[in-house]
T-cell receptor
């Protein structure tokens, strides 16, 4: 099946801990994105990558980091500097201007 | 700058009745517009998109939307609601920035469908 996978579905973070969310796609898309979704709000862009080994900050990049070593993979690390990490995180990839989304990871703080 | 306003945060309909979810946009040029649907704890699924072809766009699951430039609107409709349509719906406009297509999301409309 072609698509975007995210893991884990639920993730728990302790105070001061860095955690990494996985995003993999087999759609052969060049561009990939990370969004954060809070209750009652639309999606906000954290980081995006248009090509391997290149990525750019989105609107709310503080406290997050990414890498893009492979076309298929775009992991997101939520660092201890992110003081309010509880949210639903969505990964997407795009062909031209249409973005396709993964199933999401819900991050909770212990 | 591009922006999107979804005029209703919640819409409630009875099963079998029409659905109307309203969206207005602001754009300095001819935009690309999208509707996505999100079921609880799921990712977003593309319902339909407008990219300057026909102004009436048909999507999946019986949904359609009409682009009206004079009203800067892109309302989503369905003739007859089904229980499975209960979800959150997002109107989205594309904002090209130096070769990167940024998506601007509305705040969402939660659709409830009652038996």
């Amino acid at each position: 099946d072609g698509g975007i996978t995210q893991s884990p579905k639920y993730l728990f973070r302790k105070e001061g801990q860095n955690v990494t969310l996985s995003c993999e796609q087999n759609l052969n898309h060049d561009a990939m994105y990370w969004y954060r979704q809070d209750p009652g709000q639309g999606l906000r862009l954290i980081y995006y990558s248009q090509i391997v080994n290149d990525f750019q900050k989105g609107d709310i990049a503080e406290g997050y980091s990414v890498s893009r070593e492979k076309k298929e993979s775009f992991p997101l690390t939520v660092t201890s500097a992110q003081k309010n990490p509880t949210a639903f995180y969505l990964c997407a990839s795009s062909a031209q201007e249409t973005q396709y989304f993964g199933p999401g990871t819900r991050l909770l703080v212990l | 700058a591009q922006s999107v306003t979804q005029l209703d945060s919640h819409v409630s309909v009875s099963e079998g009745t029409p659905v109307l979810l309203r969206c207005n946009y602001s754009s300095s040029y001819s935009p690309s517009l999208f509707w996505y649907v999100q079921h609880p704890n799921k990712g977003l699924q593309l319902l339909l998109k407008y990219t300057s072809a026909a102004t009436l766009v048909k999507g999946i699951n019986g949904f359609e939307a009409e682009f009206k430039k004079s009203e800067t609107s892109f309302h989503l409709t369905k003739p007859s609601a089904h229980m499975s349509d209960a979800a959150e719906y997002f109107c989205v406009v594309s904002d090209p920035q130096g070769g990167y297509n940024k998506l601007i999301f509305g705040a969402g409309t939660r659709l409830a469908v009652h038996p």
